[in-house]
Structure formats: C-alpha cells, structure tokens
C-alpha cells in the first residue's frame, strides 16, 4: 500500500473534457498514511450550469460567481500535486479533463496514477455495481457529501486503503501506479449548420456579439448557441 500519495476528483459541467468544463477540484495529500494537506477549490465556467448538474453535485451558479478562473485555480493545483502519484475512482476521468484543462493553457500534467475502480472491477466481480457509492456502502465508509469533490476524494482514498488491505497481497500488480494517458484530440472547427443556426439566433434576439467564424470551434459554437438559446 502507498503510504504517500494524492487522491482527487473533480466536479464538471459534462462528460467530454473537451467540450466541458471542471467545476470543482477536490484532492487530499496523504504522507505516512494520513491526510497531510487538503485541496478544495470552485472553479467559474464559461457557461451556466445545467439544471442536472446542478441536481447531481448540488453546486449552482451563484456558489461559483465568485470562484477564481481555470487558468488560476489549476496552475495552484498543479503545485499541490507535485510529483505525487494520484488515486482516483475512474481516475481516467478525472485525468482527461485536468490534462486538457492545464493544455489549455499551455501546462503539461503527466502522471502516474491508481485506479480504484479497475481495482475493484477485479477483485469484485460479484458486485452488480462497482460505483464509488455502491462500494462505500459496501464497505461501510461514510460519504455524506457523494458528489462533491473533495468528499469524494477523501471516500477514494479510504476506498484505495481498504482494497489494499484485503487485495493487495493476492493481487500485487493491481496496486502498482500506472502511467495515465489521455490524447487530447485537436479540436474540430464549428460546422456550417452551427454558424447559420448563431447568426440567426443573433438576428432573431437581436444581440450583440463579438465573434469570429472562421476560427470558432465546434466546442465553443456549442457553448454560445446554448448561452443565446437561454437569454
């Protein structure tokens, strides 16, 4: 069992980390087995939360009007990771998005990690559901706060020592920190059909808007008409 390490989560505005964004960081540095340091941070998206994130991790737009921006909050959280392995429940996840994230501003986030999830896909094929939440249940470990970052971390970590202590003498190599990867693909430009679908929005609304065709993304194309849909 690693006794140094960092656990982590993030909370985002959807599933694809490159149309999406993270809302919320939470990780804790365990040294010699317990929690030495603590990262909880908001992050303000460009966009206004949908109603089923908002349902799914209680975070609403007012608890982010004040947060710091991506390009402040993750070179900070970069620092805090260090050269530390990470843990996480589907840590892939969680990694594609903080890697486009710190991409984005020209920071590099190459880790190794552990993922304790294909950890319990292993040892736990009897259980129907091998979600973060189902395992705490199943382990009794008390997560009041499923859904938020840093609470979810804290229940990863947990998690992670439990499963070491009953697995890892049995399965050895599934314990052992792996390089994460995620090929973040070059982003696709707006579709004709999304550009006519803007400048008639922009007719019909009659708004002001400064932007430019020629070099709007797919992604971000998505993000104005669902900005221009709502006002």
């Known amino acids: 069992m690693l006794k140094s390490y960092i656990a982590f989560d993030v909370e985002t505005t959807g599933l694809n980390p490159l149309e999406n964004e993270i809302i919320e960081i939470g990780a804790l540095k365990v040294r010699n087995g317990k929690v030495a340091e603590r990262f909880m941070e908001f992050i303000k998206p460009t966009v206004s939360l949908s109603p089923s994130i908002t349902s799914l991790t209680g975070i609403t737009d007012d608890m982010l009007a004040e947060a710091r921006t991506r390009c402040q909050v993750i070179p900070d ?5 260090g050269n530390d392995v990470l843990i996480g429940h589907n840590v892939s996840f969680d990694y594609s998005f903080m890697k486009c994230s710190a991409a984005a501003d020209g920071l590099i986030f190459e ?10 896909q292993k040892v736990h094929s009897d259980l129907d559901s091998k979600s973060l939440g189902s395992l ?11 859904h938020r970052a840093y609470h979810d971390a804290l229940a990863t970590a947990k998690l992670y020592q ?28 707006a579709t004709p059909k999304q550009i006519a679908f803007i400048n008639n929005l922009i007719r019909k609304r009659q708004v002001k808007l400064t932007w430019n065709p020629d070099t709007l993304t797919r992604s971000e194309a998505s993000k104005i008409i669902d900005e221009l849909l709502k006002g």
């Open 111 to 120: 880790k190794m990690g552990i993922d304790t999830l294909k950890i319990a």
């Open 77 to 81: 959280f970069l620092d805090f990771c």
């Open 162 to 189: 439990t499963l070491a202590h009953y697995f890892e003498e049995k399965e050895p190599k599934l314990f052992q920190p792996v390089q994460l990867t995620y090929k973040i693909k070059k982003p696709q430009p």
């Open 136 to 146: 705490c249940s199943y382990y009794h470990i008390d997560n009041r706060s499923a």
